[in-house]
């Protein structure tokens, strides 16, 4: 069965330092999201792509990140100068379609678990 | 402000026996609504989906029901198993890119 995957599983870095973390989405679906989780708060919606451009953004998602899609298949959010409050786990997911039909699943991949220090 | 809020925070169960978790919500524009059941340190995986017309929705022993009206959902899982021990999450899309606003969850221990 497809699935999204994510590298790396667990990134440490220092306050200040840029970071990347990839994703590969389902083969065939053309939407694209990322979410992060503070541990113990809720999951929380970051940034939504499609057609090569950011269709909705939260205001969690300031000039310090972008996302890009350098390929056909990688799917990748960069933080330009990481802050302590900026540790969590971040969801990278993806949906064939979107709209209001109920056939819409987006599927999450397994994590990354930023940690700055 | 959009929010969908959970109850109860936690529970526990021993196996065999049925639950029901409850979901309110105020998202707006709604798109659809989502149970999704995540384990520690997992992505969230999809059990339901239903838009404002379905009323209820069922997975194996996972059933969902929407009160669209009300704006109320629920999540109705029979004879618990040790393995359905997870967060199980209420998840409101809003939106044509399907935005989804995530509840806090409910924590479920089933214990044998």
């Known amino acids: 069965e497809p699935e999204v995957t994510q590298t790396p599983s667990h990134q440490v870095t220092q306050m200040g330092q840029e970071v990347i973390l990839r994703c590969v989405p389902i083969s065939n679906h053309l939407y694209f999201y990322w979410y992060r989780q503070i541990l113990g708060q809720k999951v929380e919606f970051l940034v939504s792509f499609y057609n090569n451009e950011i269709s909705e953004k939260s205001e969690i998602f300031d000039d310090q990140f972008s996302v890009e899609r350098p390929d056909g298949s990688n799917f990748t959010l960069k933080i330009r100068s990481t802050k302590l409050e900026d540790s969590a786990m971040y969801f990278c997911?993806?949906?064939?379609?979107?709209?209001?039909?109920?056939?819409?699943?987006?599927?999450f991949g397994p994590g990354t678990r930023l940690t700055v220090t | 402000k959009n929010q969908v809020e959970q109850s109860p925070q936690s529970l526990i169960i021993l196996e065999g026996k049925n639950c029901t978790l409850q979901c309110n919500y105020t998202v707006s524009p709604f798109s659809n609504l989502r149970w999704y059941k995540q384990d520690t340190g997992r992505g969230p995986v999809s059990l339901t989906i239903m838009t404002f017309s379905e009323n209820t929705k069922s997975n194996g022993r996972y059933t969902a029901t929407l009160d669209a009206d009300t704006k109320q959902s629920s999540l109705h899982i029979t004879a618990s198993q040790l393995s359905d021990s997870a967060s199980y999450i209420c998840v409101v899309s809003s939106g044509g890119y399907n935005k989804l606003i995530f509840g806090a969850g409910t924590r479920l221990a089933v214990h044998p």
């Open positions: 997911a993806s949906s064939e379609m979107s709209g209001h039909s109920s056939s819409y699943e987006q599927y």
